[in-house]
């Protein structure tokens, strides 16, 4: 029996509504800022909700190393990698492991440094 369900995945940056506004470009969906402009939500068109929380000191993690954490990471499903790479490129993604065009996922960090992967799984 489950204590709770699955609520929000908040990622920590230095810009909320830069990183939803990437996010945005990605997955579509609508952004929603309080006042403050230090919590931003992003609800993508499927309901769910990704938000971002203003972190000054926040460091951006490393991938890939062995020795560090890279904390969470993002796996976004696409039908064409080639054109989803195009468009998070386009967006301000960094490639951070692109090169093996064989497989079936890459992956990237965001503008606030977090790893994603796009994949066609």
């Given at each position: 029996?489950?204590?709770?369900?699955?609520?929000?995945?908040?990622?920590?940056?230095?810009?909320?509504?830069?990183?939803?506004a990437?996010?945005?470009?990605?997955?579509?969906?609508?952004?929603?800022?309080?006042d403050?402009?230090?919590?931003?939500?992003?609800?993508?068109?499927g309901?769910?909700?990704?938000?971002?929380?203003?972190?000054?000191?926040?460091?951006?993690?490393?991938?890939?190393?062995?020795?560090?954490?890279?904390?969470?990471?993002?796996?976004?499903?696409?039908?064409?990698?080639?054109?989803?790479?195009?468009?998070?490129?386009?967006?301000?993604?960094?490639?951070?492991?692109?090169?093996?065009?064989?497989?079936?996922?890459?992956?990237?960090?965001?503008?606030?440094g977090?790893?994603?992967?796009?994949?066609?799984?």
């Amino acid at each position: 029996m489950a204590i709770a369900k699955l609520g929000t995945v908040v990622l920590d940056c230095p810009d909320p509504r830069a990183l939803a506004a990437f996010y945005a470009g990605v997955l579509g969906g609508t952004v929603e800022a309080e006042d403050g402009g230090d919590w931003v939500d992003l609800t993508a068109p499927g309901g769910q909700t990704l938000a971002f929380q203003e972190a000054p000191g926040h460091v951006p993690p490393k991938w890939p190393a062995p020795g560090d954490s890279q904390q969470f990471h993002l796996d976004l499903t696409v039908e064409d990698l080639d054109a989803a790479e195009k468009g998070v490129l386009a967006l301000g993604a960094t490639p951070l492991d692109t090169d093996d065009r064989s497989r079936a996922w890459r992956v990237y960090a965001d503008p606030a440094g977090h790893p994603f992967c796009l994949c066609a799984c």
